[in-house]
C-alpha cells in the first residue's frame, strides 16, 4: 500500500507541476485542474510541486 501512496504522490506532484506551466501561459481550464489537484496535496506537496517546476525550469524541460 505504502508503494501506491508513494506513486500517487509522484504523480500528483507531476500533475501540478505541468497544469501549473499551463495554468502560467494563460490557460484557465489548466489553473482550475491545478487548483484541484492542489485540494488533494498536503503543503509539503505542493511546496515539492513547486521545486520540481522550477528544476524542470532550469533543466529547459527536459526529463522532468
Do not use: H, P, T
Not at 508503494?3 to 502560467?24: I, P
Not at 489537484?37 to 526529463?63: F, G, N, P, T
Amino acid at each position: 500500500r505504502k508503494e501506491s501512496s508513494a506513486a500517487s504522490d509522484v504523480y500528483k506532484r507531476q500533475a501540478y507541476m505541468w497544469w501549473n506551466f499551463s495554468a502560467a501561459q494563460g490557460f484557465e481550464k489548466a489553473n482550475i485542474s491545478k487548483l484541484a489537484i492542489e485540494k488533494k496535496m498536503s503543503s509539503s506537496e505542493i511546496q515539492a510541486a513547486k521545486k520540481l517546476s522550477k528544476d524542470c525550469v532550469k533543466k529547459y524541460y527536459i526529463d522532468c
